[in-house]
């Protein structure tokens, strides 16, 4: 296990030049459309009566509801494995294995919805939006990594010499196993959310 992170460790290492990058417009897109939506509440309001529960999600989905403690954990290990299989892997990971790049384009789009739902200037969401920023911040870093194996598959797909082989073919399978080493760190990020996810319900349920 440890050799596992000693890896992905040594591959956020070697590309955190773009990881870095990555973080910039990610919570860049993230401020600006929070922001852009002070001045644009119909479009919040519009993303919250079409599909609310798409976005509150974990702790926020026990929100007045007033739900038992063994209700609290089962929503949060469900909301963890949806963060895994569905938003990192189902939404940012397998499409570019197939599409180079795309995933990176996914996570960014991701950033803009929640920056429009989670804006702070709606009074609904300014009474959740404290608690629920670290659980934005934490979960961003997770799709932040999925775009940096989005950016290292395609990366290997179209310049098989930037990870190490001349081979297409080999550098497309060191891309893939390269992101499967990635998400120890997700998985690891995605357990930290959902054991905040008890604070945060904590604090929101009454």
Known sequence: MTTLFDRA?????????????????YYGMLLALMVYTAFNAPLQNR??????????TGALSL??????????FGILGRSFLFNVLGNSYGGITLPSFIIPFIGIFVGLY???????VFSPF????????????PTMLIEGQATILAM??????GRAMIWPASIGHTSRWKAYVEGIRQNGT??????????????YGVIEAALLVR
Do not use: C, T, V
């Open 110 to 116: 991701r950033a803009a919805l929640l920056g429009i």
């Open 122 to 133: 709606n009074a609904e969401i300014g009474q959740i939006f404290l608690p629920h920023i």
């Open 182 to 195: 990635i998400y120890m760190f997700i998985m690891s990020i995605l357990l930290i959310s959902a054991l």
């Open 63 to 72: 929100n007045g509801q007033g739900a038992f403690i063994q209700q609290l």
């Open 9 to 25: 460790w040594d591959i956020l290492n070697k590309n955190r030049f773009p990881y870095l990058a990555l973080n910039g417009l």
């Open 47 to 56: 993303l919250l009566d079409a599909d609310r529960w798409a976005y509150m």
């Open 148 to 153: 940096l194996g989005a950016f290292i598959q």
